[in-house]
C-alpha cells in the first residue's frame, strides 16, 4: 500500500517497447500500457520526470554466461545478425501509445537492470529525485531488476501493480507479493495519481 509519494518523484517505465508487448505475457499488453500511459500523462501534468527505458540485450558481458534457458546468442557475428533482424522489425521502438514527450529522458539498457552501465543514477541524482514510481515488463526482470538496483542505491521504489506484467504469472505474483513490498511499496496506479497529486 502507498503511503506517499516524495515530492522529488521520477516515473520509470520499463521496456515498453514493440518486441515486447507483442510476446506472450500473463496480463494483456494493451492494460499495461493504458495504465502506464496514465501515470505518464500524470507526471506530465505535475511537471516531474519521466524515465523511458528500452533494451537492446547485447554488449553486455551477462549477454555470453551459459544460461539452461534459451537467450540471446552468443558469439559476436549472430549477435550482429539477431540485432539487425530485430531493428529491422522495430522491436526496440517504444510503444506511441505512451505519449511521450522530447523532454522526456530516454535510457538504453543491456540488461534487466536500468542502473548497470546507463546514466540513469546520475540524471535521477541531478534532478534530486528521492522516489521512484516503477511500471513496465517484465516484472519479475527488467522491473525487479531496475527496483533492486535502485533499492541499493537508497532511492524509495513504489510499484503500480496495474501496470507491470511479466511472461510468467507466478513471477509477476511472486515479484508483487514477495519481493516489492520489501523494498517500496505496490499499489494500483489510480492510488498512485492520487498521491501524486497531494504530495
Known sequence: MITAIDKNTALVVIDLQDGIVKMKLAH???EVVGQ?????DAFHRAGLPVVLVNVVP????SGKVRTEAPGMPREEAAQQQARAAMEA?????LVPELGAKP????VTKKTWNAFYDTPLEER????GVTNIVLCGIATSIGVEGTARAAHERGFNLSFASDAMTDM????????LTAIFPRIGEVDKTD???GHLQKR
Not at 547485447?58 to 558481458?61: D, S
Not at 510468467?168 to 515479484?175: D, L, Q, Y
Open 124 to 127: 535521477l541524482n541531478g534532478l
Open 168 to 175: 510468467v504469472a507466478g513471477a509477476h505474483e511472486h515479484s
Open 191 to 193: 492510488t498512485i495519481i
Open 89 to 93: 522489425a522495430g522491436f526496440f521502438e
Open 28 to 30: 494483456p499488453s494493451a
Open 58 to 61: 547485447f554488449g553486455a558481458p
Open 103 to 106: 523532454d522526456d529522458i530516454y
Open 36 to 40: 502506464s500511459a496514465k501515470l505518464v
